[in-house]
């Protein structure tokens, strides 16, 4: 109960304007270096090659959500053009990963999608890969049905992710079976209603292993996206070939268990943010665990 609570309040902190703008001042201070790899694709690269130093694979993500306009929507499009280029020049081991929003797709969806279109191009030029992230519920429909656009459009480079907090996700992964999608599965971060989310984290993972055993059952490749160490013992018991599965974690969160999965044989890829708009960011990393608040809460104290 008193976690659902902290749950709650620091997600509705995370849109919150005045608190964002005096965390992002002392962005440091709040911890936010711990999880986020920097401002610039620059550090972002260094990042990902430390990564691969350990045999950990890279996804990027140039944070930010919901632009405001056409302007801001082809800008991040470009930065994702500008991301991708970089990892082919650097040699360096990584994919992409994006959200909708920051395409347009609060302005319009056709810009979102043309924009989106442009980043996979890019991405297909160097043969690599761009995975769609899941936003907010109120999103998950209409991002599904872009995914499925692009691959009808004959795009075989783009993933998509699937949240085992929402009832409905079983039924949306069943639905793309035909594609045999690349799909990453979450529990789940944003701020969500009981009536469309399980409220008890039990329940999300029981729905969490319902998800990767089918995806996994199918021969489908997966991207078991968790920290839990549960969880990560379920996956492996499993039985799927290696090349089709993978762990992946978060930047600056359980660093050791990800070197020991990659030392065992297991493809891992960690998920490497950078960018200004860290803010909301951050506010999901620390209400999905609790030990973060507690990092974040020494460093302010700290001298």
Request: net charge positive; no cysteine; glycine share 8%.
């Amino acid at each position: 109960m008193f976690e659902s609570l902290g749950r709650r309040t620091i997600l509705s902190l995370a849109s919150h304007p005045g608190i964002g703008r005096m965390v992002r001042r002392y962005g440091p201070a709040f911890g936010a270096t711990r999880f986020v790899a920097g401002e610039t694709v620059a550090e972002a690269m260094r990042a990902v090659a430390a990564a691969n130093g350990d045999g950990i694979l890279g996804t990027l993500d140039h944070l930010g959500e919901s632009v405001a306009d056409r302007a801001a929507a082809d800008a991040a499009a470009d930065s994702y053009v500008a991301i991708l280029d970089a990892i082919a020049a650097s040699g360096v081991k990584s994919n992409a990963s994006l959200k909708l929003t920051m395409m347009g797709l609060d302005i319009d969806r056709g810009l979102a999608v043309a924009n989106l279109r442009r980043v996979l191009d890019a991405a297909r030029r160097y043969d690599n890969f761009v995975r769609i992230d899941m936003e907010s519920s109120a999103y998950t429909g209409v991002t599904l049905d872009i995914y499925r656009e692009m691959r009808a459009a004959g795009y075989d480079n783009v993933g998509v992710v699937i949240q085992s907090y929402l009832y409905r996700s079983e039924a949306d992964l069943a639905s793309l079976d035909a594609l045999a999608p690349n799909v990453r599965i979450v529990k789940g971060a944003y701020r969500e209603p009981p009536a469309v989310a399980y409220p008890l984290k039990a329940d999300t993972d029981a729905s969490y292993r319902r998800l990767v055993a089918r995806q996994v059952g199918r021969g489908f490749h997966t991207a078991v996206a968790t920290h839990d160490p549960a969880l990560i013992a379920y996956a492996t018991g499993l039985g799927a070939d290696p090349e089709a599965i993978e762990f992946q974690m978060l930047y600056g969160i359980r660093a050791g268990m990800q070197r020991e999965l990659a030392r065992a044989g297991h493809r891992v890829r960690v998920y490497i943010p950078f960018g200004t708009e860290w803010y909301p960011y951050l506010m999901r990393r620390l209400a999905e665990r609790p030990a973060n608040l507690g990092f974040v809460l020494r460093n302010l104290v700290a001298p």
